[in-house]
């Protein structure tokens, strides 16, 4: 059974620093991972969708990168912003290409 | 994104009695899901379909059921409700279900 964890749980950043977000995958045969985001009291918005044959995939200041092998993908935030508090979200396949597998999220607070 | 509409946004029931959760999406996108999200569990798949009259158990399946009779409606039922059903629940539709997921703004349920 696919388990993803997300670390750190939380982050506090000041306006313009850049961060990144880490989550990791048990099981690599996947199809593809996907990262979202939620504003409080709302649903989720996928921001970006890491093929298996991909490495990489930007948009915007956000970038994400997929090391299938070794379990693992990171979201990077260029300068970020105050408009960026949220929390993210990954998601990979529970196997193939069955229904998607959460981590618990990492809650960011961007302050101003 | 995908016009996925949940109803109602918020109940408040009593233990016993049942309760359904509609998600009505335009997309014509072929694969639904229904998520429960709670502090300290993430999201967890309830249950999905993958066509009409085509549905799966997730991880979370116990106490409820789900009939997709049209494309464009899921229903979520609740045969006899109770407290630690209290959640938010989303749901989300994909097209391929290995590609972009799109989410609702989600269902605040309270069993009492």
């Known amino acids: 059974k696919q388990e993803v964890t997300q670390i750190p749980a939380a982050l506090s950043v000041p306006e313009g620093e850049n961060l990144v977000l880490n989550c990791s995958f048990t099981?690599?045969?996947?199809?593809?991972l996907q990262w979202f985001r939620q504003d409080p009291g709302k649903g989720l918005t996928s921001l970006l969708l890491i093929q298996s044959s991909q490495r990489e995939q930007t948009s915007g200041r956000l970038n994400a990168s997929l090391d299938k092998s070794s379990g693992r993908s990171t979201l990077y935030i260029a300068a970020s912003q105050p408009g960026d508090s949220a929390t993210y979200l990954c998601?990979?396949?529970?196997?193939?290409?069955?229904?998607?597998?959460f981590g618990k999220g990492t809650r960011l607070s961007v302050i101003a | 994104d995908a016009g996925i509409t949940q109803s109602p946004r918020h109940k408040v029931t009593e233990t016993g009695t049942p309760v359904t959760l509609r998600c009505h999406q335009t997309e014509n996108h072929r694969y639904m899901y229904w998520y429960r999200q709670d502090p300290g569990h993430g999201l967890r798949l309830i249950h999905y379909s993958y066509g009409v009259k085509d549905t799966d158990k997730g991880e979370v399946s116990d106490g409820y059921s789900v009939s997709r009779s049209k494309t464009e409606d899921f229903l979520l039922t609740l045969e006899s409700a109770t407290s630690s059903q209290t959640s938010v629940y989303f749901c989300?539709?994909?097209?391929?279900?290995?590609?972009?997921?799109?989410f609702g703004s989600g269902t605040q349920l309270s069993v009492l």
């Open positions: 099981d690599s045969a996947i199809y593809n």
């Open positions: 998601a990979v396949p529970n196997s193939g290409n069955t229904p998607l597998v």
């Open positions: 989300a539709t994909g097209d391929r279900g290995i590609e972009k997921l799109f």
